[in-house]
C-alpha cells in the first residue's frame, strides 16, 4: 500500500504571508501511460466536511480561490497558500488515488494564523 | 446543486451492527462512484470502502473487510454501509462522497455533513 506523508504537522502563518505545506507518497503517483500525478488535495474547517481544492497534482477545482496551487511530480508535492487568508486556517490533507482501490490520506497539516 | 445527506449513526455495543445510509440528490446517481470516508474524533481522515456506479464492484480498507458491506440502490439515489462486528476502534464520523468522475481512479469532489457512529457499552 502507499503510504502518504506529510509535512509539517502545523504551521502558523501571517496574514498576506505564503504557507507551504508539503506531501510525500511511498512510491510515485505518476501515470505514465498519460503522464498524470494521482494526487488530490483537501481542506477541512472546524466542523466541515472536506473540500476538494486540488486534483491531478495541480489542477484547481472550480471555484477555490488562485491563491491555492498544487505542484509536484511523483512523489513530492506541495500545496501552496500565496497569501493566507483568514479563512484559510484549517487542516490540509493530501490523498493518492493512484493506488486504487486503496485511496490513502496523509495524516493531515493544520495552518493557523500567526 | 449536489447533496449528500447521511443517517443511521449512533451508538451502538462493541459487537453489534449498524447499517448506514446516504441519500443523493443533484447529480445523475447511477453514474458515480460512491466512498465511504470516516474520521475518527481529533484524528484524520479514513477511507474505508468504495462502489462502482453500477455497483459491480466494491473495495474495502483492510481494516473493515470482512465486517463491513458498501452497498447501493440506484433506483432510490441512496448509498450504504453496512456495519458488523462493530469495535470501539471504528468510533468515527462517517462521510459519504461522490467520485469526481465516473471510474475509481479519481477523487471525491462532494461530501456530506457525516454521521456519528460511536461503539461503546
Known amino acids: 500500500d502507499i503510504v502518504m506523508t506529510q509535512s509539517p504537522d502545523s504551521l502558523a502563518v501571517s496574514l498576506g504571508e505564503r504557507a507551504t505545506i508539503n506531501c510525500k507518497s511511498s512510491?510515485?503517483?505518476?501515470?505514465?501511460?498519460?503522464?498524470?500525478?494521482?494526487l488530490a488535495w483537501y481542506q477541512q474547517k472546524p466542523g466541515q466536511p472536506p473540500k476538494l481544492l486540488i486534483y491531478?497534482?495541480?489542477t484547481r477545482e472550480s471555484g477555490v480561490p488562485d491563491r491555492f496551487s498544487g505542484s509536484g511530480s511523483g512523489t513530492d508535492f506541495t500545496l501552496t497558500i500565496s497569501s493566507l487568508q483568514a479563512e484559510d486556517v484549517a487542516v490540509y490533507y493530501c490523498?493518492?488515488?493512484?493506488?486504487?482501490?486503496?485511496?490513502?490520506f496523509g495524516p493531515g497539516t493544520k495552518v493557523d494564523i500567526k | 446543486q449536489v447533496q449528500l445527506v447521511e443517517s443511521g449513526g449512533g451508538v451502538v455495543q462493541p459487537g453489534g451492527s449498524l447499517r448506514l445510509s446516504c441519500a443523493a440528490s443533484?447529480?445523475?446517481?447511477?453514474?458515480?462512484?460512491m466512498h465511504w470516508v470516516r474520521q475518527a474524533p481529533g484524528k484524520g481522515l479514513e477511507w474505508v470502502a468504495f462502489?462502482?456506479?453500477?455497483?459491480?464492484?466494491?473495495y474495502y480498507a483492510d481494516s473493515v473487510k470482512g465486517r463491513f458491506t458498501i452497498s447501493r440502490d440506484n433506483s432510490k439515489n441512496t448509498l450504504y454501509l453496512q456495519m458488523n462486528s462493530l469495535r470501539a476502534e471504528d468510533t468515527a464520523v462517517y462521510y459519504c462522497?461522490?467520485?469526481?468522475?465516473?471510474?475509481?481512479?479519481?477523487?471525491?469532489?462532494?461530501w456530506g455533513q457525516g454521521t456519528l457512529v460511536t461503539v461503546s457499552s
Open positions: 462522497a461522490k467520485g469526481k468522475y465516473s471510474g475509481y481512479d479519481n477523487p471525491t469532489d462532494y
Open positions: 443533484g447529480f445523475t446517481f447511477s453514474s458515480y462512484g
Open positions: 462502489i462502482r456506479y453500477d455497483g459491480s464492484n466494491k
Open positions: 512510491q510515485s503517483v505518476l501515470y505514465s501511460s498519460n503522464n498524470k500525478n494521482y
Open positions: 491531478w497534482a495541480s
Open positions: 490523498q493518492q488515488y493512484y493506488s486504487t482501490p486503496q485511496f490513502t
